[in-house]
């Protein structure tokens, strides 16, 4: 994350409704318009198994109302026919942990040379680019000006075209800290702290009560210290356990769930044991944090993001990227990666973490390459943006299967991925809520 992005749908002109479909196996006997979605075969991630001659019927609300073979099944001529060819379908990814508005071509104090609102104007392109990338819905875990929780509302009522966007508003953090402005002398500093700024477990609770106040649906705190921060170590431990609890216990009585940035291993371990539900970065875990991880009650789940570094360390300096930020970024790379291994192989719950703004949104798939690489089977790695990222964000009920009842966010791929994994750097095709945004 950047400082300039504060550690940081539905579609556009969609007016029309979708009439839902009456039958299940025979569409011929519906009644109105429907949709109906094929193929030659999809993923079913909650079997991790492949499913042949798919038919995918979509009611009015843009949510899958059955599944049928569509070697047997016949559909009228009033219902709409997405016909996918001989690509293989996915649902639609998921990413936990992005950056909307933070263009990961400008760094360090670059990002002084343009107006407060430039940022929220970048947004918009980069939720494009994410949507067209196969994720339909991304995690974006703090921005600047709440410009997550705005470019959510306007693609909601189809003045954009992006994801669906859970937002976080303003990185909770302390003074000082990673989610604090770090690059400015205290004569240009605001008098008052920063929004999101607390150092009392009381602060905290307020800041949390603030976010969801202004439409936050997860809540994002900075554990400890950073790589893209200035004046802050990765491993630093920032925001105690005593305060991370009063922040998780705020959350879940709103019924919103959190995200810790945490680097370092004390800062990892108070965290979960805090209660917060999923862990970003988690670089520098060490065998109790992955111990604690395993064995805790609440699900707690890594986020881990071990592709992005090849970006940073070849563009950062061009980009403006500070060396010690690009230090720190070389010295927990392969760190992370290996902890990555471990902790998977020891049973850690996962999810797919791109950081997407540190590195390019259209390009964060290449992370599935990494996380196979790293000890995961492609359904695993397939898995953790599908069905695990939509359990860990309480949204098993609309999002990260091909499944009934949920919406009928989808993508297409040629080839196999479970045969190979990097089929899902070209998404050839996106539907979401029923409705092609991309391919033919």
């Not at 430039?118 to 974006?140: C, E, H, I, K, Y």
């Not at 805090?274 to 875990?285: F, N, Y």
Request: net charge negative.
């Amino acid at each position: 994350m950047r400082f300039h992005a504060k550690s940081g749908g539905i579609l556009w002109g969609i007016a029309f409704g979708i009439a839902a479909l009456a039958g299940a196996a025979d569409a011929s006997a519906a009644a109105g318009q429907g949709r109906v979605i094929t193929a030659a075969r999809y993923i079913d991630v909650l079997t991790g198994k492949m499913v042949e001659h798919p038919a995918i019927f979509v009611g009015v609300d843009g949510r899958i109302t059955s599944i049928a073979d569509a070697r047997t099944v016949r559909w009228g001529q009033d219902v709409t026919h997405i016909d996918l060819g001989e690509r293989t379908l996915l649902p639609g990814l998921i990413d936990m942990h992005v950056h909307l508005d933070g263009p990961a071509d400008i760094g360090g104090y670059r990002g002084l040379g343009f107006t407060d609102s430039f940022w929220g104007m970048t947004a918009v392109q980069n939720a494009r680019d994410m949507l067209s990338a196969g994720f339909t819905t991304v995690r974006n875990v703090g921005s600047r000006d709440r410009n997550d929780i705005g470019l959510k509302q306007a693609i909601d009522a189809g003045y954009a075209m992006g994801p669906r966007i859970v937002p976080a508003g303003y990185a909770l953090g302390a003074t000082g800290g990673h989610c604090d402005s770090t690059f400015l002398p205290p004569s240009l500093e605001k008098a008052h702290k920063e929004e999101g700024i607390g150092d009392t477990p009381d602060e905290l609770r307020y800041q949390v009560r603030r976010q969801r106040k202004y439409g936050a649906e997860v809540i994002k705190v900075c554990a400890t210290g950073g790589v893209f921060s200035r004046n802050t170590e990765p491993g630093q431990l920032q925001v105690p356990e005593k305060e991370l609890r009063a922040i998780a216990d705020e959350a879940h009585q709103w019924g919103l769930r959190v995200a810790a940035h945490a680097h370092g291993a004390e800062g990892i371990r108070a965290a979960i044991a805090a209660g917060i539900d999923t862990i970003e970065h988690a670089s520098l875990v060490d065998d109790e944090g992955i111990r604690m991880a395993v064995a805790r009650q609440r699900p707690v789940w890594f986020a881990m993001d071990i592709f992005n570094t090849e970006y940073t360390q070849a563009e950062g300096a061009k980009n403006g990227v500070l060396e010690d930020n690009l230090r720190k970024d070389r010295e927990i790379a392969q760190i992370q990666r290996d902890n990555f291994r471990k902790a998977h192989r020891a049973g850690v719950r996962m999810v797919f973490a791109s950081d997407a703004g540190v590195m390019p949104h259209g390009d964060v798939a290449g992370q599935f390459r990494v996380m196979v690489e790293y000890g995961m089977t492609p359904i695993q790695a397939i898995q953790a943006a599908t069905r695990n990222a939509a359990e860990a964000l309480g949204r098993e009920r609309d999002l990260g299967a091909i499944a009934v009842g949920r919406y009928a966010d989808i993508i297409a791929v040629d080839g196999d991925p479970l045969a190979n994994i990097r089929a899902l750097e070209n998404v050839d095709a996106v539907v979401k809520g029923g409705v092609q945004v991309k391919g033919n």
